[in-house]
């Protein structure tokens, strides 16, 4: 994903799904908002689904336990966004 807007960045803590405090939406927006590559960010992340939790993919935050609802929510949210890529 060359054209992804977080490559290149030294900025680690904004990807970091845990460390996003009360300002969710602004950490996401600051994130990913205007990236162009969403769905391939998505479909990779989908890709590699046993390594991606506790950090955001596509704008979605992913949380660190895969045993949760709210993990299993997010991949959803991730195969939604996914399917725009095709």
């Known amino acids: 994903m ?3 807007k977080c490559r290149g960045t030294d900025d680690y ?3 970091d799904a845990d460390n996003r ?3 969710q939406a602004e950490q996401l927006e600051r994130a990913c908002g205007g990236c162009t590559v969403k769905p391939e960010c998505a ?3 989908l890709k590699h689904e046993s390594t991606i ?7 979605v935050p992913i949380p660190e336990s895969p045993t949760t609802i709210y993990y299993h929510r997010a991949l959803d949210r991730l195969r939604v966004i996914a399917r725009n890529a095709r």
């Open 13 to 15: 803590a904004a990807y």
């Open 43 to 45: 479909a990779y992340a």
């Open 21 to 23: 405090g009360g300002g």
């Open 53 to 59: 939790g506790g950090m955001i993919w596509a704008g």
């Open 2 to 4: 060359v054209r992804a």
